[in-house]
């Protein structure tokens, strides 16, 4: 029998609370990222009103530290230093997986959606920040800490594109120049309400591309997933596709880029997958 367990997508402006066996079972409340003490009384009230779960999975905006199962140094104010599990667990009673949202993210896509059949990938979500993930063998890969692509060095040709960046940290990371805030600091509107022959759009997929040649050389992966708001722009991924074949120039493989499958709900399946990993222990 499927087990009920609990997910948490832990975001900086929504949480997401979820309770079933998988996206054909499930229950979701959302309710807005507040104060810490508010926001994580309010998972622990869900839980406790819906009953009958066996362990929790949070998928968390960060940066975290994923052995203390907290949020460190993130710009969102009021939430630095944060603990996040130990508080929801003490609280329920019940065992607790934490990992960062895009790795998450990742696992969800993994058990149910386009990353189906591949124990090694990676995913990339473009939207209001960049974050990447890393699956080998079905795990989410970590090194002294979890992976931040998003932060990595791209070119950026300062005269075709004087943009400085919108990364508080770094200005111009990959962050800074292709998440929606980027696109929408760079040309005064969100991407949005700009039109598909506006010239954000090549060099959003420019951009994109770019970073995806960084992971492949990095990871060789033979299949990127990209998720997330920017990205699911119509006809930007094909452009990607053609961008980053540019790039590689054949030198290795290019790899196969696939559409999300599980769109806004990748989050938080992730961590009901994190969940049900940790309940058949």
Not at 70 to 95: C, F, H, N, Q
Not at 112 to 120: D, M, V
Request: proline share 7%.
């Amino acid at each position: 029998m499927t087990r009920r367990v609990g997910g948490v997508e832990a975001g900086g402006t929504k949480w997401v609370c979820a309770v079933g066996t998988g996206p054909d079972d499930i229950t979701v409340a959302t309710f807005p990222t507040t104060t810490p003490h508010e926001t994580i009384g309010r998972v622990i009230t869900f839980f406790r009103e819906a009953g009958g779960v066996e362990a929790i999975g949070i998928g968390s905006f960060g940066p975290v530290d994923l052995v203390g199962g907290r949020i460190t140094t993130t710009p969102k104010p009021g939430w630095s230093s944060t603990d996040v599990a130990e508080p929801i667990g003490s609280a329920l009673g019940m065992p607790v997986a934490f990992e960062t949202d895009v790795g998450a993210a990742a696992l969800g896509e993994l058990r149910w959606g386009a990353a189906r059949g591949q124990r090694t990938f990676c995913y990339v979500t473009v939207g209001t920040g960049i974050g990447g993930a890393a699956v080998v063998d079905g795990v989410v890969l970590h090194g002294a800490g979890h992976a931040e692509m998003g932060h990595q060095r791209i070119p950026h040709d300062l005269t075709a594109d004087p943009f400085p960046g919108s990364c508080p940290f770094h200005g111009d990371c990959w962050e800074g120049l292709a998440s929606g805030p980027a696109v929408a600091a760079r040309w005064g509107r969100p991407g949005s309400e700009l039109p598909a022959d506006h010239p954000a759009w090549a060099l959003e997929a420019g951009y994109v591309a770019a970073g995806l040649a960084n992971i492949t050389y990095v990871l060789m992966p033979a299949v990127i997933i990209v998720g997330g708001g920017v990205a699911g722009r119509p006809g930007l991924l094909d452009q990607v596709r053609a961008d980053l074949a540019r790039l590689l120039a054949g030198y290795v493989p290019t790899p196969e880029v696939r559409s999300a499958g599980l769109g806004d709900r990748a989050g938080v399946l992730g961590a009901l997958a994190l969940a049900l990993d940790l309940a058949a222990g």
